[in-house]
Nanobody, 127 residues
Framework: QVQLVESGGGLVQAGGSLRLSCAASTRTFGNYNMGWFRQAPGKEREFVAAISWSGGSTYYADSMKGRFTISRDNAKNTVYLQMNSLKPEDTAVYYC????????????????????WGQGTQVTVSS
């Protein structure tokens, strides 16, 4: 069983920045495509960003392009989400997720295609 532990959430003013981290408890982390999702109160979980196993390909939801950056350090078994120019509508619980199907698998934007999930970290952006 793979455990994912997010950190870095908090309260920030609009226009500010946060960097989320997600540490994975597996030695095969380098084979996993990774994603970030978020869920605001009363809303469905939505895709934020994803990165391929090698880090060579990244994908973003349209509303995050140019503001958020996903990256990974396979030596540290960690994926990051740098969030800049934060808006009140970015307020949500942010989850990282892992797809262990390995290299060659298409990086997914769909939550149901990710097998392992973290517990989430709260991000609150005040206006």
């Amino acid at each position: 069983q793979v455990q994912l532990v997010e950190s870095g959430g908090g309260l920030v003013q609009a226009g500010g920045s946060l960097r989320l981290s997600c540490a994975a408890s597996t030695r095969t982390f380098g084979n996993y495509n990774m994603g970030w999702f978020r869920q605001a109160p009363g809303k469905e979980r939505e895709f934020v960003a994803a990165i391929s196993w090698s880090g060579g390909s990244t994908y973003y939801a349209d509303s995050m392009k140019g503001r958020f950056t996903i990256s990974r350090d396979n030596a540290k078994n960690t994926v990051y989400l740098q969030m800049n120019s934060l808006k009140p509508e970015d307020t949500a619980v942010y989850y990282c997720a892992a797809d262990p199907r390995g290299p060659g698998t298409v990086v997914s934007r769909r939550a149901h295609e990710y097998t392992y999930w973290g517990q989430g970290t709260q991000v609150t952006v005040s206006s």
